[in-house]
């Protein structure tokens, strides 16, 4: 499976800061963007890959559509998109997907790269339930960035956050994949919560409506 990130070989390269968001994208939405663009900003990255995950190790993977078909969506989506870039290498990594390992993948593919990790409030609040935590907190800086119910940043007190840990005031933006999921298996419309490319794609292919061809 192609990565779609094409790693840099010159010893003299620029470095570049990168923002790792990692996530199923079933299906990507306007939200993931908007939120890019805004941590792309608020954290002063370079490039946010999104990092197309086959598997997390907390998430029920029943309506999980295809990973190629969830990578040619993300990477559809995000054609023109200055600085927003798609990334596939865990769809050819062991499984379960881990991000510990993508990073170790990710520094030695692209020593030109810089990495800072992305993650809701929600996934801050089970962080140290994560393979190697310890080890991605002190190689990586992280960035928390809102969620809804628990995942508000308002419920973290910065004062005991780790060295390298910091809060992101970006938007709350009220779509979901699983809203759009549904919305689609109601037979109801999905203007306006996903980029009008992803929209046609679903539309054609019959994506999530049980009559898919991937």
């Known amino acids: 499976m192609a990565e779609h990130i094409v790693p840099s070989s010159a010893a003299d390269a620029p470095v570049r800061r990168v923002g790792f968001f990692g996530g199923s994208f079933n299906p990507i939405h306007n939200g993931h963007i908007v939120l890019a663009r805004s941590l792309k900003e608020a954290a002063g990255l370079d490039e946010v890959w999104f990092v197309v995950s086959p598997q997390n190790p907390f998430k029920r993977q029943a309506d999980l559509l295809s990973d190629a078909a ?7 989506a995000l054609a023109g998109e200055q600085g927003l870039k798609p990334c596939g290498v865990e769809l050819g990594m062991p499984l379960p997907s881990y991000t510990w390992r993508t990073l170790c993948r990710l520094r030695r593919d692209c020593p030109d790269c810089r990495f800072t990790l992305l993650i809701g409030g929600d996934n801050w609040a089970r962080f140290g339930q994560w393979y190697h935590s310890a080890d991605i907190l002190a190689s990586c800086p992280i960035v928390i960035y809102p969620r809804g119910g628990e995942g508000g940043v308002e419920a973290i007190d910065p004062a005991v956050l780790p060295p390298g840990v910091t ?21 109801e419309p999905i203007g306006g919560l996903v980029p009008p490319v992803v929209a046609s794609m679903i539309a054609e292919r019959g ?8």
């Open 70 to 76: 969830r990578l040619e969506m993300v990477s559809a």
């Open 167 to 187: 809060l992101a005031h970006t938007p709350l933006i009220g779509i979901s994949s699983t809203e759009v999921r549904r919305r689609l298996r109601c037979g």
């Open 207 to 214: 994506w999530y409506s049980g009559r898919q061809a991937d």
